[in-house]
């Protein structure tokens, strides 16, 4: 079985602190992605890393940071958390085969609160 | 940039009806299209995907079909059952090692019995 860890389901922070996020993965997946879900804008994506130390901006990069040091671990960073960051966060790791797409598998997610 | 529209955002069916879930995508390089259930409180699961080299694909009560003239691709369930109320997201991705999987805002559908 995959499995895609968070290090936390819910999380508290303060306007202004800076946040880590971390996901790992014990599959050996190259890709690994970060997005975030609120109601009515389904999954969007945050960053993308490909391999290692290799990352792409999504579609709402703004305020947030990644970190790809080793292949089971991607981390999210707030560099400085605001009210508009709370949110779903969801981590997930694939790995294609021979550039062929296949299955992405995601963590159990962190709710985030901003206060 | 690539995008994939979602509709509709809510649906409710009877119990025993079919159910049909639309999406179009952007990007004509995409050629993988996976479609993501997720329960309420847990995280999002593979159901059932489809690749461009098809047209459609079934897997007992789930189907999907693709349209790549029209980029569109849709998600057919019939004989719906309760355990079917989640929300749903159809993602489209390119045929790459290092693609993105972009994510559709999702329908959150709901069996009435």
């Known amino acids: 079985d995959v499995k895609v860890t968070q290090s936390s389901r819910y999380l508290v922070k303060r306007t202004g602190e800076k946040v880590f996020l971390e996901c790992v993965q014990d599959?050996?997946?190259?890709?690994m992605f970060w997005y975030r879900q609120d109601p009515g804008l389904g999954l969007r994506l945050i960053y993308f890393s490909y391999d290692v130390k290799m990352k792409e901006k999504g579609d709402i990069p703004e305020g947030y940071s990644v970190s790809r040091e080793k292949k089971e671990r991607f981390s999210l960073i707030l560099e400085s958390a605001s009210t508009n960051q709370t949110s779903m966060y969801l981590c997930?790791?694939?790995?294609?085969?021979?550039?062929?797409?296949?299955?992405?598998?995601f963590g159990q997610g962190t709710r985030l609160t901003v206060v | 940039g690539e995008n994939v529209e979602q509709h509709p955002s809510t649906l409710s069916v009877q119990e025993g009806d079919s159910a049909v879930i639309k999406c179009t995508y952007s990007?004509?390089?995409?050629?993988?299209f996976p479609w993501y259930k997720q329960e309420l409180g847990k995280r999002p699961q593979l159901i059932i995907d489809?690749?461009?080299?098809?047209g459609e694909k079934k897997d007992q009560r789930i189907a999907v079909t693709l349209n790549k003239t029209a980029k569109h691709f849709s998600l057919h369930i019939t004989e719906t059952q309760p355990e079917d109320s989640a929300v749903y997201f159809c993602?489209?991705?390119?045929?790459?090692?290092?693609?993105?999987?972009?994510f559709g805002s999702g329908t959150r559908l709901s069996i009435r019995p």
């Open positions: 993602a489209a991705s390119r045929g790459s090692s290092a693609s993105k999987i972009i």
């Open positions: 489809i690749r461009s080299n098809v």
């Open positions: 990007d004509s390089a995409s050629n993988y």
């Open positions: 599959m050996d997946h190259e890709n």
């Open positions: 997930a790791s694939r790995s294609p085969a021979q550039g062929v797409n296949t299955e992405a598998f």
